[in-house]
């Protein structure tokens, strides 16, 4: 099975998940499913489809929006992110091939609600090292859409900076 590793209470990130990991992600209280993982991309064994139809049977939503890794970093992919996730049910899991892409996107879109600082700091103490090289990509997040506006007003709950000491324990362990 698949390793969940929590960003924050509402949000979490997997690598490539499979039917018995759609039921894991029910038990372990998950509203919501996001694939980021295109279709077409190679090694994909669970696709969209069956994983929509295990979602339905699991009493979860879920949301087919693929990013190809070459295009993780782009507005119009951060754009579809956040809104994919607007209105959607947490806490949300979402899955690409290593669970990277994910993460990446979270944080850049994070990064448009707060100052980027925060948000690397917090991913760093929280495990998510392969991320260290996020920390322009976030900059230049924050300083477009922040700008000089008052940071913290209206953060969604899925892009918050909090994480139980138990999910923090857990991701640092997974992380090493």
């Known amino acids: 099975m698949t390793d969940f590793r929590a960003i924050n209470p509402s949000f979490s990130v997997a ?3 499979d039917r018995e990991d759609v039921v894991k992600a029910r ?3 998950f509203h919501t499913l996001i694939n980021n993982r295109p279709d077409a991309e190679p090694g994909v064994e669970f696709p969209s489809q069956n ?3 295990a979602a339905q049977h699991a009493g979860l939503e879920f949301v087919y929006r693929p ?3 070459h295009l993780v970093y782009s507005d119009l992919s951060v ?3 956040i809104t994919a996730l607007s209105g959607r049910s947490a806490p949300v899991l979402a899955y690409c091939k290593s669970g990277t892409r994910c993460a990446i996107l979270w944080a850049l879109a994070a990064s448009r609600f707060q100052p980027s600082d925060q948000v690397f700091d917090y991913l760093m103490e929280q495990g998510f090292e392969e991320l260290d090289m996020l920390d322009e990509d976030m900059a230049d997040q924050s300083a ?3 700008g000089d506006s008052a940071h913290g007003a ?3 709950e899925i892009f918050r ?3 139980s000491p138990a999910q923090s324990a857990s991701n640092r362990s997974k992380a090493a």
Do not use: M, S, V, Y
């Open 79 to 81: 754009d579809g992110f």
């Open 51 to 53: 994983a929509d139809i």
């Open 154 to 156: 209206n953060i969604p």
């Open 15 to 17: 690598a490539q998940i």
């Open 161 to 163: 900076l909090e994480l």
């Open 67 to 69: 990013t190809e890794n």
């Open 144 to 146: 477009r859409f922040l």
């Open 27 to 29: 038990e372990q209280g």
